[in-house]
């Protein structure tokens, strides 16, 4: 069972803002950090912003300021609001959890399909 359901990605151009959404199968209060991350062409998957379930938040240098993380438990859901959007951000954007805060992997190696995230410039 794929464990996240990523959506909300698109096209956009320059300067505009997405807000991506992911829905987790189970509980996501059993991970105590969660976090988003993204791929694009040709390079390797990175994470971009984490959350713990507390609500402490921690961001790449080339997204803060510009992107927000946020989780919902009661929904199962996390979310991504992403506002100042560059062409460099353009991706397919994957929500997993994290291994711990400052972590860069997931503790389980299981992807969603992920949600493409496209800005034009």
């Known amino acids: 069972q794929v464990p996240f359901a990523e959506s909300g990605g698109g096209l956009v151009q320059a300067g505009g803002s997405l807000r991506l959404s992911c829905a987790a199968s189970g509980s996501i209060v059993r991970f105590n950090v969660m976090g988003w991350y993204r791929q694009a062409p040709g390079k390797q998957r990175e994470l971009v912003a984490r959350i713990t379930s507390g609500g402490a938040t921690n961001y790449a240098d080339s997204v803060k300021g510009r992107f927000t993380i946020s989780r919902d438990n009661a929904k199962n859901t996390l979310y991504l609001q992403m506002n100042s959007l560059k062409p460099e951000d353009t991706a397919v954007y994957y929500c997993?959890?994290?291994?711990?805060?400052?972590?860069?992997?997931?503790?389980?190696?299981?992807w969603g399909q992920g949600t493409q995230v496209t800005v034009s410039s």
């Open positions: 997993n959890s994290v291994n711990y805060f400052y972590g860069t992997r997931p503790l389980v190696d299981s």
